[in-house]
Nanobody, 124 residues
Framework: QTHLEESGGGSEQSGGSLRLSCVVS????????MGWFRQAPGKQRESVVI???????VYSDSVKDRFTISKDNAKNTLFLQMNSLKPEDTAMYYC??????????????????WGQGTQVTVSS
């Protein structure tokens, strides 16, 4: 059974850090495209970063140089290290998997399996 479960969200002050985790069951993440998306209240869900099976990454301009995606293939877990947090990073963060080795465009419709999300709130 395929399941993605996020954790690590919470409340932080501006400039702080959080580390999100996404434990995957049912797929070996080393062979699939994975991604982190977020959705703020009243806004559409947007891509934060994606990582292909070969480890190549594409970041959103808004998080580049602040956020880092990584994965532990042995633990089948995806991570998102978020540093220098800003109030505009406040959102529900989702882990997603695309049933393909390579990622295409950073679009929601290309991803096949989603977690339930973890809330990140950044105060100024």
């Amino acid at each position: 059974q395929t399941h993605l479960e996020e954790s690590g969200g919470g409340s932080e002050q501006s400039g702080g850090s959080l580390r999100l985790s996404c434990v995957v069951s049912g797929y070996a993440i080393k062979t699939f495209c994975m991604g982190w998306f977020r959705q703020a209240p009243g806004k559409q869900r947007e891509s934060v970063v994606i990582i292909s099976g070969d480890g190549s990454t594409v970041y959103s301009d808004s998080v580049k140089d602040r956020f880092t995606i990584s994965k532990d293939n042995a633990k089948n877990t995806l991570f998102l290290q978020m540093n220098s947090l800003k109030p505009e990073d406040t959102a529900m963060y989702y882990c997603a998997l695309r049933q393909s080795y390579y990622c295409g465009a950073r679009v929601e419709r290309d991803f096949d399996v989603w977690g339930q999300g973890t809330q990140v709130t950044v105060s100024s």
